[in-house]
Each structure stands twice: as C-alpha cells, then as structure tokens.
C-alpha cells in the first residue's frame, strides 16, 4: 500500500525538480534564473581551474624528480582547501547583503564566480612561469612559481 503511494509521489516530484533546474522555466531577472546562470558560469571556471592544476602537477612531477610530486600533492591540497574557503567565504557573503529568498544563494554563487577568476588568473601565470623556467632550462627556479598560486588571506 505504502509503496504506490510513495512511488506515484515521486513521479510528480521528479519532474518539478528537473525542471528548477532549467533556467529557461524562470524568467530572467529572477533570482532562479540568475543563480542558475551564474552557477554553469562557475562549474566551467572550477573545470578550468581543475584542468590548470593537473597541468601544473604534471609538470611538476615531469621538471622536478626528486620532489615534484611532494609539491604536486601539495598543490592538490590547496586547491581543496581553497574551495572550502571560497564556499565558507561566499556563504557569508550571501548572507550578509540580508536579501530575501533565493537571492542570498545567487550573490554568493557571484562572489565564488569572481574569486574563480582570480584563482584563474593565478593559476595561469603559474603555469606560465613554470614553462617559461623548463624552456630555459632553470629546473630549480620552478617551485618559485608557485608562489603565483596562493595568496595570504586564505
């Protein structure tokens, strides 16, 4: 008895759900289709960023023998500790502008969208000194590249 009813209850739901999730099914302007926006936004900049890290692990572990996988490890580390900061940080930060509704939601996926930017830009010059050093074959200035990738306030 329980089961149809539970099964006829979850083929009303799902569909409700999928279609949240259509930013085309809200109109623009509204806090659903923002957030929406604003979130495939921030899952193609944490894709970049994924992808930048890997490269800068690999070439890593490719220039640096002895301890490029230490420090490859370590960058992995980071990245993960920095997008607990940008959650933590971004969450407070929706919650601070004292807006209604889903709009608190919409400006922290905002500010996790700028700092995805930054995290991107760092991460690309880091990449880019690392090459720069393995062309001119300055294997040991290396690591000094990865000061590009963090900053202090984290």
Request: glycine share 6%.
């Given at each position: 008895?329980?089961?149809?009813?539970?099964?006829?209850?979850?083929?009303?739901?799902?569909?409700?759900?999928?279609?949240?999730?259509?930013?085309?099914?809200?109109?623009?302007?509204?806090?659903?289709?923002?957030?929406?926006?604003?979130?495939?936004?921030?899952?193609?900049?944490?894709?970049?960023?994924?992808?930048?890290?890997?490269?800068?692990?690999?070439?890593?572990?490719?220039?640096?023998?002895?301890?490029?996988?230490?420090?490859?490890?370590?960058?992995?580390?980071?990245?993960?500790?920095?997008?607990?900061?940008?959650?933590?940080?971004c969450m407070l930060v929706g919650q601070?502008?004292?807006?209604?509704?889903?709009?608190?939601?919409?400006?922290?996926?905002?500010?996790?969208?700028?700092?995805?930017?930054?995290?991107?830009?760092?991460?690309?010059?880091?990449?880019?000194?690392?090459?720069?050093?393995?062309?001119?074959?300055?294997?040991?200035?290396?690591?000094?590249?990865?000061?590009?990738?963090?900053?202090?306030?984290?």
């Amino acid at each position: 008895m329980l089961k149809p009813l539970l099964c006829s209850a979850l083929m009303f739901a799902l569909p409700l759900t999928v279609q949240a999730q259509d930013k085309s099914q809200w109109p623009e302007g509204s806090a659903m289709h923002t957030g929406l926006t604003q979130k495939e936004l921030l899952e193609n900049k944490q894709a970049k960023a994924s992808e930048l890290v890997g490269k800068i692990r690999t070439t890593l572990q490719q220039q640096l023998p002895r301890n490029g996988q230490y420090l490859a490890d370590l960058l992995q580390e980071q990245q993960g500790k920095w997008l607990s900061y940008v959650d933590a940080t971004c969450m407070l930060v929706g919650q601070m502008t004292g807006a209604g509704g889903s709009w608190p939601s919409v400006y922290a996926l905002n500010c996790a969208s700028n700092m995805a930017d930054q995290r991107l830009f760092k991460l690309t010059n880091t990449l880019q000194c690392m090459k720069r050093h393995a062309k001119h074959q300055r294997r040991y200035e290396i690591p000094d590249c990865l000061y590009q990738s963090y900053s202090v306030t984290y």
